[in-house]
């Protein structure tokens, strides 16, 4: 039981390129969720999903796009990235929405870079 | 929309000493609260949780806060400090429909030995 994986570990991104971040849970979770941590600025809500087949937007959804085809994955993507969306990447997973459980969980983080 | 004050953006502490770290919130409905710690090069962990009943909750590690609905606050507070408190700490608050945590900006909090 892995929990909540992400790839990549690291990731330095020129302007304007594109990557792909990757999250999976081998716990059977419905709800998943993306944020991103910036200093002083806590954690913040970019997209999250509430079942397979499904995305909605949080806090801070411009740049970026989500897609859930499987249940355990939920990819986020960046199209074309901005020095403004260096930060690190947070997955999280839970049974129940993230108010409503005590166990939501955390993956280990993508720190990405954009020069 | 909901927000989430932390003031204290740093902390630093002896061994211990006791520890109040402060969380406001904007919201004028029912609210779900919670704390979370991060540990240095640790995800995020919860510490602790208020949904209903007593207002002052008790977590892990000697950690409890007191949600004061008149003053919009869930104070994090431990009587006395260990080094292997050293972390950042989030303040978080959700409403009923539950799916979107906001979370406040983080305290770090470092325990001097």
């Known amino acids: 039981n892995a929990g909540v994986t992400q790839t990549p570990k690291f990731r330095v991104l020129k302007t304007g390129q594109s990557m792909t971040l990757l999250c999976a849970q081998d716990m059977n979770h419905e709800y998943m969720y993306w944020y991103r941590q910036d200093p002083g600025m806590g954690l913040r809500l970019i997209h999250y999903s509430v079942g397979e087949g499904t995305t909605a937007k949080g806090e801070v959804p411009d740049g970026y796009n989500v897609s859930r085809l499987k249940k355990q994955n939920f990819l986020l993507g960046l199209e074309s990235a901005a020095p403004s969306q260096t930060s690190v990447y947070f997955c999280?997973?839970?049974?129940?929405?993230?108010?409503?459980?005590?166990?939501?969980?955390f993956g280990p983080g993508t720190r990405l870079t954009v020069l | 929309a909901q927000s989430v004050s932390q003031h204290n953006h740093h902390v630093i502490l002896s061994e211990a000493a006791s520890l109040e770290l402060g969380c406001n919130y904007s919201?004028?409905?029912?609210?779900?609260l919670f704390w979370y710690v991060q540990y240095p090069g640790q995800h995020l962990q919860l510490l602790l949780k208020y949904f209903s009943g007593d207002p002052l909750v008790k977590g892990i590690k000697g950690f409890e806060a007191e949600f004061i609905k008149s003053k919009f606050s869930f104070n994090l507070r431990k009587p006395s400090v260990q080094w292997s408190d050293t972390a950042e700490y989030f303040c978080a608050v959700t409403n009923n429909a539950g799916n979107m945590l906001t979370f406040g900006g983080g305290t770090r909090l470092m325990v001097k030995p």
């Open positions: 919201y004028g409905g029912t609210v779900n």
């Open positions: 999280a997973s839970s049974w129940r929405p993230a108010g409503l459980t005590d166990t939501q969980y």
